[in-house]
């Protein structure tokens, strides 16, 4: 049994969010990646994109950081060189400055320091759990997807617990801003220039410049020194520091990709559960401990694409690529590249080697939190299984309108105890 089919014909238009309100168009993905691997596709609301839908050459592309820029935006939508600056995160520059940057905060987010959280992650995922199954059918997005990345972006940044639901409400704002559930300023929708200095063109992003400055006001008053936005705050080697609209960028950044990312991932796993019954037996013996997280990231591909912009005219795959054109590395068609993965569509929970493209793997900006990633996907779902005997569909799933980040936004489900 397949978890979930594809039922677009083949010939969808790449450049809309409403293409994906049944989930990615792998259809048209599998037809690009067989006859037009490095495609042109015209954008109705500006400069058109070449589409790079192989493994291999996302990859082999990605890994050319010279070639092809990020320091020009991260989405295919087009923006003055004047909002590009006032928008910008550490993802969105490049070397020698995204460095500078990412050193920073590496270590907070690498694998031994990230390691520790272990057991906080389990204390969290009990209650969460246990609140969400004792109703027996319910949406699991909302009831336990969201909130276990949303509880420990609280504990990685440093924030309060009351604060985090409406922090996350104004993330969701942010990064699905092209989905009118999360938001009344939909990007596509309607003019949003007067936030055309926010990140993500949105009017949450203000709001959350607001809490920023005010939040670490109070820490500097209380010589409270924790969390990661500390030490984004400290000088680099040269002294220099980050200036304000960065920082508050930043805050941005980890608001919103820190908790949707993950959250879609959970989602997807738990889809998956419903569809193919022997991946709980499996986590329940404990056969794919290691491996689970990776293949459940590269199922859900919770980022679509990334954009990168062409530094200087090149050839690849016949085609001639100018200098200022935008290329999109599909991530979420790597993820399904049958060269890559022997059957793409099932879940195979101990796949090794699993060289998926969901972290961006092959160039600089490799997540930053895929360590965190990984580990509360893992915990979530042994925590799940030892309490589950089953899960089953309750309903119609529900996918986000995006082409930049792909979830599930409602997910019903019923469950047997054990």
Not at 3 to 31: C, E, I, K, M, Y
Not at 167 to 189: C, R, S, W, Y
Request: one cysteine or more; hydrophobic letters at 40%; glycine letters at 8%.
């Amino acid at each position: 049994m397949t978890v979930w089919t594809p039922t677009d014909d083949g010939f969808a238009d790449l450049s809309s969010h409403d293409t994906f309100l049944n989930g990615p168009p792998h259809n048209t993905f599998a037809r690009l990646r067989r006859e037009d691997p490095m495609s042109w596709t015209e954008y109705p609301q500006g400069q058109g994109f070449w589409s790079v839908t192989r493994h291999a050459d996302i990859l082999e592309l990605n890994g050319k950081p010279d070639l092809l820029s990020s320091a020009r935006g991260i989405r295919m939508e087009d923006q003055t060189y004047e909002e590009y600056l006032a928008r910008r995160t550490f993802q969105e520059t490049d070397a020698p400055e995204h460095m500078k940057t990412r050193v920073k905060v590496a270590k907070a987010f690498s694998k031994p320091v990230i390691a520790q959280f272990e057991g906080i992650i389990r204390d969290l995922c009990g209650p969460i759990l246990d609140a969400a199954l004792e109703k027996g059918t319910f949406d699991a997005t909302k009831e336990i997807a969201r909130q276990l990345p949303m509880r420990m972006l609280g504990r990685i940044v440093g924030l309060p617990d009351e604060d985090l639901p409406w922090l996350v409400e104004k993330g969701d704002a942010l990064i699905a801003n092209t989905d009118p559930d999360f938001t009344q300023h939909v990007l596509d929708k309607m003019t949003t220039d007067e936030f055309r200095m926010m990140p993500f063109n949105s009017p949450a992003g203000a709001e959350l410049f607001v809490y920023a400055k005010d939040l670490m006001r109070k820490k500097a008053e209380a010589g409270d020194t924790s969390g990661v936005l500390h030490l984004i705050l400290q000088p680099g080697p040269d002294g220099s520091v980050l200036p304000e609209h960065e920082f508050r960028n930043f805050f941005c950044l980890l608001v919103a990709a820190g908790n949707d990312t993950t959250r879609y991932s959970i989602a997807a796993g738990i889809q998956a559960l419903c569809h193919q019954p022997e991946l709980l037996g499996r986590i329940q013996r404990g056969e794919v401990t290691e491996t689970m997280a990776d293949e459940i990231i590269r199922w859900a591909s919770p980022t679509t694409y990334f954009r990168r912009t062409v530094t200087r005219d090149f050839d690849y795959h016949g085609k001639q690529v100018k200098e200022g054109d935008k290329v999109i590395y599909w991530f979420a068609s790597g993820n399904r590249d049958e060269t890559a993965f022997a059957e793409p569509f099932r879940l195979d929970l101990g796949r090794t080697p699993n060289r998926h493209v969901s972290f961006g793997q092959g160039g600089p900006h490799v997540c930053l939190g895929m360590w965190l990633a990984r580990l509360e996907v893992r915990v979530l779902f042994e925590e799940l299984a030892k309490r589950i005997r089953a899960i089953e569909p309750a309903g119609q799933q529900k996918f986000l309108r995006s082409n930049f980040i792909g979830g599930i936004k409602e997910l019903p489900v019923r469950v047997t105890l054990q």
